[in-house]
Nanobody
Framework: QVQLVESGGGLVQAGGSLRLSCAAS????????MAWFRQAPGKEREFIAI????????YYADSVKGRFTISRDNAKNTVYLQMNSLKPEDTAVYYC????????????????WGQGTQVTVSS
C-alpha cells in the first residue's frame, strides 16, 4: 500500500503562485510515476502533470504547460507542483496519484490517491 498526503493549497490572487506537495509513504519504491490531477465542481478529473519516479522525465497538460512545474525529491519521497501565473480557471481540488506500473494521463488507471487540496484563484 502507498499513502499520499497533499499540502500547500490555499487562496491566491490571479497571477500569483502556490507550491503543492505530495508526500508518499508505504511501499513507495514500487511506484513508477507520480501525477497531479485536478477536479473543478461539475467537471471531470483532469490530468495536469506527471513525473517518472526513476528518470525524472515529465509531461504536462497543454493547459498548464509553461506555468506549472512538477518535480520530485526521491530522498523525501515527495513530489511537488510549482504553480505560477495562476488563473481563476485553475481553481479546483488538486490530487496527487501514484501507480506501480502505469505512466500516463488516465486518472482511472492510478491505484493510489491523496485526499486532495483546494486551490482557489481569485480574479
Amino acid at each position: 500500500q502507498v499513502q499520499l498526503v497533499e499540502s500547500g493549497g490555499g487562496l491566491v490572487q490571479a497571477g500569483g503562485s502556490l507550491r503543492l506537495s505530495c508526500a508518499a509513504s508505504g511501499r513507495t519504491f514500487t511506484n513508477r510515476a507520480m501525477a497531479w490531477f485536478r477536479q473543478a465542481p461539475g467537471k471531470e478529473r483532469e490530468f495536469i502533470a506527471i513525473v517518472s519516479w526513476s528518470s525524472g522525465s515529465t509531461y504536462y497538460a497543454d493547459s498548464v504547460k509553461g506555468r506549472f512545474t512538477i518535480s520530485r525529491d526521491n530522498a523525501k519521497n515527495t513530489v511537488y507542483l510549482q504553480m505560477n501565473s495562476l488563473k481563476p480557471e485553475d481553481t479546483a481540488v488538486y490530487y496527487c496519484a501514484a501507480d506501480p506500473s502505469y505512466y500516463g494521463t488516465g486518472w482511472s488507471e492510478y491505484d493510489y490517491w491523496g485526499q486532495g487540496t483546494q486551490v482557489t484563484v481569485s480574479s
